[in-house]
T-cell receptor, first 113, second 113 residues
Framework: DGGITQSPKYLFRKEGQNVTLSCEQNLNHDAMYWYRQDPGQGLRLIYYSQIVNDFQKGDIAEGYSVSREKKESFPLTVTSAQKNPTAFYLC????????????FGPGTRLTVT | DQQVKQNSPSLSVQEGRISILNCDYTNSMFDYFLWYKKYPAEGPTFLISISSIKDKNEDGRFTVFLNKSAKHLSLHIVPSQPGDSAVYFCAASSQGGSEKLVFGKGTKLTVNP
């Protein structure tokens, strides 16, 4: 079955620690995205990547970093510089031609205390 | 600057009746619109979309209407079922523009048996 996997489902970290969220897709999609969802808020774009070894900042990139070394993988690192890291993080992917039709993973709930 | 607005945070309807979810946008460059459905602690799933060259798109119980002059779209669900209870996000994109989807804050639909 093709799809997007995110692991783990729930993640707990102490304040001041960096943490990396995993996102893998086997849909052969070129583009991948990271969003953040907070209660009562829509999805806000953190970073996106259209091709391997290239990525662009989204609307709320501060305190986050990404890499795109493989087409299938787009890990997100939440650094200690992110002021409010506790949130639900969603990864998505799309084809290059239809970037507007994005397929989402199940999400990772990150709690930082 | 919220480019996609869903002004009703919640909506409650009876099973079998019609659910109407509304969405307004401000950016006249948007030419493709999507609705996503999201259950708690899961990723959003694509529901239905519409291009700006159309004013209506139908898929089973779901119909999306687009009024370009008013910059308004709506999602109709008929008949509503308890399994439709979820948060619905409206999203917009410019097909010829950036790769970004812009999401509204969502409307929580509750369908009562």
């Amino acid at each position: 079955d093709g799809g997007i996997t995110q692991s783990p489902k729930y993640l707990f970290r102490k304040e001041g620690q960096n943490v990396t969220l995993s996102c893998e897709q086997n849909l052969n999609h070129d583009a991948m995205y990271w969003y953040r969802q907070d209660p009562g808020q829509g999805l806000r774009l953190i970073y996106y990547s259209q091709i391997v070894n290239d990525f662009q900042k989204g609307d709320i990139a501060e305190g986050y970093s990404v890499s795109r070394e493989k087409k299938e993988s787009f890990p997100l690192t939440v650094t200690s510089a992110q002021k409010n890291p506790t949130a639900f993080y969603l990864c998505a992917s799309s084809t290059w031609a239809a970037h507007y039709e994005q397929y989402f993973g199940p999400g990772t709930r990150l709690t930082v205390t | 600057d919220q480019q996609v607005k869903q002004n009703s945070p919640s909506l409650s309807v009876q099973e079998g009746r019609i659910s109407i979810l509304n969405c307004d946008y401000t950016n006249s460059m948007f030419d493709y619109f999507l609705w996503y459905k999201k259950y708690p602690a899961e990723g959003p799933t694509f529901l239905i979309s519409i291009s700006s060259i159309k004013d209506k798109n139908e898929d089973g119980r779901f119909t999306v209407f687009l009024n370009k002059s008013a910059k308004h779209l709506s999602l109709h669900i008929v008949p509503s079922q308890p399994g439709d209870s979820a948060v619905y996000f409206c999203a917009a994109s410019s097909q010829g523009g950036s790769e970004k989807l812009v999401f509204g804050k969502g409307t929580k639909l509750t369908v009562n048996p």
